[in-house]
């Protein structure tokens, strides 16, 4: 990360609660982060998260002035977010910053929480809607919020993420990020893997695996009509269409086996076309990036013996294609 970057975090955790003479601060960082992007604006508005996601919202503080953020990468299999959160949070306290919120993953809102907060796109930042951490911390000059900070910590398989923001009155805050801490080591529980049916990793899924099940929409037997949503699912995919524009994904409709197969190829062709047009006339997706296929009960992911599976089976999923030449 360049020089300029290194405001990011340094004035925040180097700031404390004093006024007056300009004050400097290096920010510890794993000596294996490795930044990923930054963007500064000013002047600028930041909606800094001070509540978990709660009757339709995430309640926020917001903060006029320089705002500056970025992303860095852990190469460090096997850690949990606290663990990534731990070090931060542990220098925004000892330089007197004052906890607002203190959250994980499910207990933040999970994906509520995350699609309501301001992240940076992917892949430079990845966040793990079953694996994440968030803290919001300010400070205060005679009782009044001179800054804040926001960090957000989430891991995968394979690596870690930090990403944070500060915003506030900057300009005059000399500070730094330097690599110099211990490499955090994973201990006790690692990270769980991805898991294709939740929502939260559908992005992370369709990357790793190439298929994801759509598995929170609402369809019936028979019927071919999308439900009004909204559709965490959808969410995911317009998000990580915008964020990577090389991609290009295949709708497939599947059935359960009551009916004949052409009746039900019918049937799941119109579903997928129903998930095309949602994406393309509410979110705003590009045609020439959406395909919608169909296969009937010919790939079915559990049993049709029970109202359960046949239930299961009744799906559309998101298949990536290859980029156009």
Known sequence: MNRRFACLIGAAFGAALMAGPVLALDLALPVNARPTVERNTSPDLYAAPVGVFEAGEVPVLSVEGDVRRGAWRLGSPGLTPLQVIVPLRRQLVDAGFEILLDCASAACGGFDFRFATETLPGPNMYVNIRAFHFVTAVRKTDGAVQEVVTVLGSTSATSAYIQIIQAGALADRTTSVTAKAEVPVATGEEAPPPDPASQGDLASALLNAGHAVLSDLDFDTGTTTLGQGPFASLQALADLLRDQP???????GHTDSVGGLQANINISRERA????????????????????EAVGYLSPIATNRTEAGRTDNRRVEAVLLPAPN
């Open 246 to 252: 090389d991609l290009r994904l295949a709708l497939v």
């Open 273 to 292: 076309q129903s998930v095309r047009r949602r994406l393309i006339e509410v979110h705003s997706i590009s045609a020439a990036r959406l395909e919608a």
